[in-house]
């Protein structure tokens, strides 16, 4: 069976999927999906990243309005958090299943120490037998610290637990050679590049803050992480079992990743603070496993602080690397292009010879 060999899966449901075009919970619905749920959970763990709050929100206080600036859309959120989560909690409990809630916000996740607070919770609501439901915090996130979709935010999290598969349920079958037409659906993906993302189709719904563009950045994220990743159709009663039965989906199949948890972690982030742009000499030694001087370094970009995700860029203007600095920018961009034994003289301290650790550092 296709899920057979899964351990972790974690499920991403669009706010389509969850939300009628009245602004209703699919309540009928949900229910199917729940019996599939309950045919997996026996043997597997399984967490549920759901979209819908605002939709709901927006039903319930009667806001019409397509475009809501972000201080409303925060208020709106608050306010349907509560209706998703209580349909949530009265449809699982038919069931007898337990549920737990978990409000996450980019900090969680792209800070290391929160990263690992937040698999500590999800280990112990596996430990309960409960299904950790999640979604972003849209009371507190603004748009400048916001993943903006939830299915960014669900391959974070499917990294951080270590999960062996995510499945997106959507309104399409998948991705398409031909969006527009939804003729010729893509099967399988082993490898993301431009070529994919032009065939993404731009085109958002009115209920949903992504598109096929934010589901290929999720897949990449799995890809890079050792994480199986299905894009389905979630508009059918029991979809996850007509997903497996009729296998009507796009898989992106993960590469056979060597990295540690760690690596794994800043490999996956969702942005970047900053770059930082190096010489030849210094892709050479990168390419070679070693850890990046200030040498090599010949400009920085961004406002970043010590232990921030960077990108490095090489001399050809190509993403090389990923990692986490030693320093911040600005003490970066007072020793770049100089040796290790004058930073103590330019900075007035002691610290460490490497911009960017090699065991702090990933390839791309």
């Known amino acids: 069976m296709l899920l057979d060999n899964s351990k972790k899966i974690v499920i991403k449901l669009g706010s389509s999927t969850v939300v009628d075009k009245k602004g209703m919970f699919k309540s009928k619905w949900f229910l199917t999906l729940i019996n599939d749920i309950k045919k997996l959970k026996n043997k597997r763990d399984v967490v549920i990243v759901s979209s819908g709050a605002i939709a709901l929100g927006q039903s319930y206080l009667k806001v019409r309005k397509k475009k809501i600036k972000i201080e409303m859309s925060q208020a709106i959120a608050s306010v349907g958090q ?36 937040a698999k500590r919770t999800f280990e112990n609501l596996f430990k309960l037998n409960a299904i950790p439901i999640v979604n972003e915090n849209d009371t507190t996130a603004t748009s400048e610290i916001k993943y903006g979709d939830n299915d960014r935010l669900a391959a974070r999290v499917a990294q951080i637990i270590g999960a062996d598969t995510l499945i997106i349920f959507t309104d399409v079958d998948g991705l398409y050679r031909d969006s527009k037409s939804k003729k010729s659906l893509i099967k399988e993906v082993n490898e993301i590049n431009e070529n994919l993302f032009s065939l993404a189709d731009k085109k958002i719904n009115t209920l949903s803050s992504g598109g096929m563009t934010t589901k290929l950045d999720a897949a990449k994220i799995c890809i890079n992480s050792g994480c199986k990743m299905f894009i389905a159709n979630g508009q059918h009663m029991n979809p996850l079992s007509r997903m497996v039965k009729d296998k009507i989906f796009t898989c992106f199949n993960p590469k056979i990743s060597t990295l540690h948890a760690r690596k794994k972690w ?25 850890s990046l001087l200030p040498a090599g370094i010949t400009k920085v970009e961004g406002d970043f602080k010590k232990g921030e995700n960077i990108l490095i860029i090489d001399n050809k203007g190509n993403e090389f690397a990923r990692g986490l600095v030693s320093f911040s920018s600005l003490e970066i961009n007072k020793i770049k292009g100089l040796q290790s034994n004058q930073i103590e003289s330019i900075l007035g301290y002691s610290s460490k010879s490497e911009i960017i650790h090699k065991d702090d550092m990933v390839k791309l």
């Open 82 to 117: 509560i209706h998703l989560i209580n349909h949530f909690k009265i449809m699982f409990e038919k069931n007898k299943i337990k549920i737990g809630q978990i409000l996450i916000t980019p900090d969680d996740t792209e800070q290391r120490r929160r990263a690992l607070n």
């Open 266 to 290: 800043i490999i996956s982030s969702i942005g970047s603070s900053g770059k930082i742009y190096i010489d030849e000499g210094a892709t050479v030694a990168l390419a070679a496993g070693k």
